[in-house]
């Protein structure tokens, strides 16, 4: 193998930098860092695997759906991606073409798994189904699916199914778990990988963002100085991370000559303040609030937190119920000129409310100068200056998804995320306040948040493409390896 691409879904450099990764953070150390910038509204596994911007391929977190309504999605399927295969050519493609084998091995939304010269393991999300077992049209070659079920291999695990489905509350069993997917993910990758004689490798760790999940806030009282730690719990995180750091290890050692990146989609970080940019819009006058459009919202949003897992579960596939959720607003549609909305926290910006796209009051003659009164208002806000927000224009890269992305982007400091409960603008978040407990969790707290920073380390300074003002996120690493394959195999 001459490179491969190791993903640790939600890691930054402080994750394997705790003492508990020696050999992870000997990469870092003796390594080349990329001070990459992810603005949290573009998949940033998507910008590496097929190099563009999520205005072009449309892989947003979430957005509206543009027929009319408010109504927003957090969908993305590949089969959306304009030009696939053609404009838009993900490396596995690429590479092939120029002669090189490729091993993909569990990126997130990269569903159904494509034929490649070597094979290919679908992550889950993209339209395909989240679990622990890999399907047939998961893998390819077919023979790959026959192989990974004989191991035993682990595709998907994640709070939910770890937690309401197998009720692993106890912390010794559920990091026991986890670290059972990612071992068994090491021997899979290592064998598949020589037996196709692969030339370029991709895998990624989503254990990574599950573990962080659960214990980032944890981590974050013990620093603060709280008495009453969960040091049990602690324990075993350390555990999961220094089994981790081996099979990291055993990965590379297993490929002596390769070159080695560590990668990640975005950072995690803990959950410190909510930015209600509709309250914003309202206080400075652009915006209408409805009485009892908010109260709904609230209301819902109060008792869906009290709702059990398993119902909760049976509700999100009823698609009627699924779609009055997701329209839900807070302001009064028919006479308010702009509005932020976010299912999953990642719409980092305003959206002016024009008739096209919403059904809204402002026509396209009146956009541009809205937008500029909008972002000035905005700017000169006290609250603003003294949390170091900025309200500026959306990167301009243009594509057919362009449409679906805030008319205004708002940058956030780490542990600052947008969201549509509550009345104030800027809001303090004042949690946890008791020490992690498994057996408390209901699914759905949101007490860390992705950061903004995500990893990008050459093992062996072997970058042959860098950042610039126009291209800062994580299409860079797309480049390296297009970079470090530029020729034809043995031409």
């Not at 491969?4 to 508990?20: N, S, Y």
């Not at 509350?169 to 020589?194: C, G, H, V, W």
């Not at 972002?375 to 990167?395: S, T, W």
């Not at 243009?398 to 549509?420: A, H, Q, R």
Request: charged content about 25%; some cysteine.
């Amino acid at each position: 193998m001459k490179l491969v691409v190791i993903g640790m879904d939600g890691a930054q450099a402080e994750t394997l930098l705790r003492g508990w990764t020696p050999y992870l953070a000997s990469i870092i150390d003796n390594g080349e860092s990329f001070n990459l910038k992810e603005d949290l509204i573009s998949r940033g596994w998507a910008e590496i695997a097929f190099g563009e911007y999520a205005t072009v391929t449309g892989a947003m977190y979430d957005r509206p759906v543009l027929d009319g309504s408010y109504t927003w999605t957090d969908k993305f399927n590949l089969k959306k991606i304009p030009g696939l295969g053609y404009d838009v050519k993900p490396l596995w493609q690429v590479l092939n073409e120029r002669g090189y084998k490729a091993g993909i091995m569990n990126v997130p939304t990269t569903y159904p798994a494509p034929q490649v010269d070597g094979f290919f393991v679908s992550g889950g999300g993209g339209g395909g189904r989240v679990s622990q077992e890999v399907a047939t049209e998961q893998c390819y070659p077919s023979s790959v699916c026959d192989f990974l079920h004989d191991i035993g291999y682990i595709l998907d695990e994640r709070l939910g199914s770890l937690l309401f489905e197998k009720g692993l509350y106890e912390p010794a069993l559920f990091f026991q778990r986890l670290d059972e997917m990612n071992q068994k993910r090491t021997t899979a990758f290592i064998e598949l990988s020589k037996k196709h004689d692969i030339d370029f490798g991709f895998v990624v760790y989503r254990s990574v963002m599950t573990a962080e999940t659960l214990a980032l806030p944890e981590i974050d009282r013990q620093k603060a100085g709280e008495k009453n730690i969960n040091k049990p719990f602690l324990d075993a995180v350390e555990k999961f991370y220094r089994d981790f750091d081996e099979h990291i290890r055993k990965l590379v050692e297993a490929f002596p000559e390769a070159e080695v990146i560590l990668v990640s989609d975005h950072g995690t970080v803990p959950r410190r303040w909510s930015i209600n940019l509709n309250a914003f819009l309202y206080q400075t006058g652009y915006q209408k609030t409805s009485v009892s459009r908010r109260k709904t919202y609230s209301l819902v949003t109060y008792f869906r937190h009290w709702i059990p897992v398993s119902v909760r579960k049976r509700l999100k596939g009823n698609q009627r119920i699924k779609t009055v959720y997701n329209s839900m607003t807070t302001f009064d549609p028919l006479h308010s000129l702009a509005f932020n909305n976010t299912r999953r926290n990642a719409i980092h910006g305003i959206y002016i409310n024009d008739k096209r796209r919403f059904g809204g009051p402002v026509g396209e003659s009146d956009k541009e100068a809205l937008k500029e009164n909008i972002m000035k208002d905005f700017n000169d806000h006290p609250e603003v200056l003294r949390h170091g927000l900025l309200a500026r224009e959306p990167i301009a890269i243009e594509g057919k998804y362009s449409v679906y992305f805030p008319d205004i982007i708002v940058d956030m400091p780490d542990g600052y995320v947008p969201s549509n409960e509550g009345s104030e603008f800027v809001r303090r978040d004042c949690f946890p306040g008791n020490p992690i407990d498994l057996y408390e969790l209901k699914g759905d707290e949101k007490i860390i948040v992705k950061g903004h920073y995500p990893l990008a380390v050459s093992k062996d300074k072997s970058w042959r493409t860098y950042p610039t003002s126009e291209k800062y996120d994580l299409r860079v690493v797309y480049d390296h390896v297009l970079a470090s394959f530029s020729g034809y195999k043995n031409s």
